[in-house]
């Protein structure tokens, strides 16, 4: 159990540095609106994964106890979709904007906006079904309870560096824009946690 949660936490925390919608929404409130604008759109990010990580705890269980082949071509089709999800950041541009001409709204506002976004985005639901299956370590015991472990472990580390990234907003857009490479070291940092977690679905 602490392997794999070990295994999911560091896995977690390189995604979620890693420069994507979510966190880049986070860091361009932030700059517009403040830190607070920036936590309370952290959170409603944060709370719509509640909703995804409940469906997939009682999907794949119901999964598991109807066919254990049908639970592993769904681990099956988890790494095609990361190895589908590293191609793409493969040929996407290594460069990162941060312009935003969103105006000010309230911190209720953009907790709603958030939490809307991450709930209606189907790629959330498609990713945490590829993400989550890799790291249940005892399959055939009582999985509910371990894909919410995994849930609750993913949206505290989530919550954790988004928050910083608010707090920093600053003095990372700063650093961002006067260092042209971190783009792409983070870029292939995406495509090695992708590619990564693939082959240890399929291993």
């Known amino acids: ?11 977690t925390i390189a995604l979620a540095i ?13 700059l517009v609106n403040g830190l607070k604008s920036g936590i309370a759109t952290t959170a409603g990010l944060i709370s719509g994964c509640i909703v995804h990580t409940s469906l997939l705890a009682f999907g794949i269980s119901a999964v598991i106890t109807t ?6 071509g769904i681990k099956v089709f988890g790494a095609i979709y990361l190895f589908f999800l590293a ?16 105006p000010k709204k309230s911190h209720g506002s953009l907790f709603k906006q958030g939490f809307i976004m991450n709930l209606l985005n189907p790629k959330v639901m ?16 009582e999985t509910v309870s371990q894909i919410f472990i995994l849930g609750i472990t993913f949206m505290a580390i989530s919550f954790i560096i988004f928050s910083l990234i608010a ?3 600053g003095g990372i857009s700063k650093y961002l824009k006067k260092n042209k490479k971190i783009g792409v070291i983070l870029k292939w940092l995406q495509i090695v946690v992708f590619i990564g977690i693939g082959v240890f679905i399929l291993l």
């Open 87 to 102: 191609f793409k950041v493969f040929k996407s541009d290594a460069s990162i904007n941060m312009e935003s001409n969103a």
């Open 18 to 30: 890693s420069p994507g919608p979510d966190n880049i929404y986070v860091l361009t409130q932030s």
């Open 67 to 72: 066919s254990e082949i049908l639970f592993y």
């Open 167 to 169: 707090l920093l907003a």
């Open 1 to 11: 159990m602490l392997e794999s949660l070990l295994s999911f936490s560091l896995a």
């Open 126 to 141: 498609i990713f945490f079904l590829a993400f989550f299956p890799a790291f249940i370590w005892n399959p055939e015991g």
